[in-house]
């Protein structure tokens, strides 16, 4: 068999297999990275590229490893769901490294965490000074969290006594054009009722809506394909100096 065709071929089992397995792992394995996490997504990607490119080798055995190492990494991540000391092991556990607005350097060092690694995390939450800081715990997966000091905790409405409304999260009703009936179904709407609200807003058809949605205070946010905003700079253009 030509070897393009090969490697044609294997490059799409691989993916789809990389793609199905990685369905199976769930997000974890997308999102911020335990060190297990890791080392498991690197080695699953790693035999995947070797299927679909060492044609050296049958494939077949490099699928069965890839399949051996994704069901294991599934095997524990099931343990780790259910038996607490065992997802210590797996996982580690989150460590605490300033503790009453103390820097636990013993902490760190266990961890191999520099303190200018601990400022760099601070600052990315927009904390730049420590002295607010009165706990700041290391995740597992690389972050750190932090409790301010009460005196430096932003103000809430319940802070000050003020009512506040229930917001929810808002619903798409209009996706690139095209009109989501299922969801103009859960907020007992129909098309009639969101073609009218359109004309309101002068738009003629759903066609020209990019995205609409509709929060749960009634209210419609329409963003069309047309926007006639105009910029204040055309950055195509050079920016011409000022003859003196």
């Known amino acids: 068999m030509n070897e393009v065709l090969v490697v044609s071929v294997r490059g799409i089992i691989s993916f789809f297999s990389l793609l199905i397995f990685t369905r199976i792992l769930g997000k974890q394995q ?47 991540q099931v343990v780790a769901m259910k038996w607490r000391w065992a997802s210590k092991y797996i996982d580690g556990e989150p460590t605490v490294v300033i503790m009453n607005g103390q820097i636990m350097e013993t902490a760190l060092r266990r961890t191999r965490y520099r303190v ?31 409790l301010l000091k009460s005196q430096y905790q932003p103000v809430t409405p319940k802070d000050m006594n003020i009512p506040t409304d229930y917001q929810g999260i808002t619903t798409e009703l209009i996706y690139d054009g095209i009109i989501v009936d299922s969801n103009l179904d859960q907020v007992h709407l129909d098309r009639k009722w969101l073609k009218e609200e359109l004309k309101k807003q002068g738009i003629k058809d759903p066609t020209e809506v990019f995205m609409a949605t509709l929060d749960t205070s009634g209210n419609l946010y329409v963003d069309t394909y047309k926007d006639h905003v105009t910029s204040p700079v055309d950055i195509s253009d050079p920016i011409k100096p000022e003859k003196k």
């Open 30 to 76: 997308i999102s911020q990275m335990t060190f297990f996490d890791y080392v498991a997504g690197i080695t699953i990607g790693s035999i995947a590229a070797s299927l679909t490119v060492d044609v050296s080798i049958r494939a077949w055995p490099q699928f069965f490893g890839l399949f051996i190492w994704v069901a294991l990494v599934f095997l524990l």
């Open 116 to 146: 200018s690694d601990v400022l760099e995390e601070l600052r990315l939450l927009g904390i730049f000074d420590l002295a607010q800081v009165e706990f700041a715990v290391l995740e597992t997966k690389g972050r750190i969290s932090v």
